[in-house]
């Protein structure tokens, strides 16, 4: 069974500090990761998807990283703004479907 | 399209009356979830389909939910005798296999 797990659950920061959001998962058996953000009362924006066979990818100032044999994969958001305040989620698959965690609420403030 | 589209955007019903949820996935897309998503939560999968053939359900909460995609495009997810803690945003979202998931805007169900 899947689970998945987003420490911290809110985080609030001052604009221009860089970031790490971690996420979780029981199942290290997994063929991709992805990140999502979601902006309040919007869907979900996948960031970042991660094959299993990579270690990371980078999207401008994002980058994230997988680590299956701890069961971890992590977010970095380089030079923080506040136009990145939003939920951030992270999702591993479970066959065909995807496990999503709670999510880690961001808020940058200038 | 350009994106996955969900319609209505809201909807407002009263107990026991039935309710049909669209979703037009993005051309081209042969995979579609629906997705449920409690205020601070992560959507929790209700069910998939691949092209028209629903591949897996076990996310439905019981038989008053059901969900079609007759010709491998458009899908409409039923719920039946609607009962407030159906109250939910319903999301939907396609890919092309394995790769990364499109999600539409959702659907706010309001049970009174």
């Known amino acids: 069974k899947q689970e998945v797990t987003q420490i911290p659950a809110a985080l609030s920061v001052p604009e221009g500090e860089n970031l790490v959001l971690n996420c979780s998962f029981t199942?290290?058996?997994?063929?991709?990761l992805q990140w999502f953000r979601q902006d309040p009362g919007k869907g979900l924006t996948s960031l970042l998807l991660i094959q299993s066979s990579q270690r990371e990818q980078t999207s401008g100032r994002l980058n994230a990283s997988l680590d299956k044999s701890s069961g971890r994969s992590t977010l970095y958001i380089a030079a923080s703004q506040p136009g990145d305040s939003a939920t951030y989620l992270c999702a591993a698959p479970r066959g065909n479907k995807l496990i999503f965690g709670a999510g880690t609420r961001l808020a940058v403030h200038p | 399209g350009a994106g996955v589209s969900q319609s209505p955007r809201y909807k407002v019903t009263k107990r026991g009356q039935d309710v049909a949820l669209r979703c037009d996935p993005i051309?081209?897309?042969?995979?579609l979830y629906w997705y449920r998503q409690a205020l601070g939560q992560g959507p929790e999968f209700l069910t998939y389909f691949n092209y028209e053939a629903q591949q897996d359900k076990s996310g439905l909460p019981n038989d008053r939910f059901s969900a079609e995609r007759p010709e491998g495009s458009i899908s409409t997810l039923t719920i039946q005798r609607t009962e407030q803690r159906d109250s939910a945003m319903y999301r939907c979202?396609?890919?092309?296999?394995?790769?990364?998931?499109?999600f539409g805007s959702g659907t706010q169900l309001s049970v009174l």
């Open positions: 199942d290290s058996a997994i063929y991709n």
């Open positions: 979202a396609s890919s092309l296999e394995g790769e990364k998931l499109f």
């Open positions: 051309s081209g897309h042969v995979s």
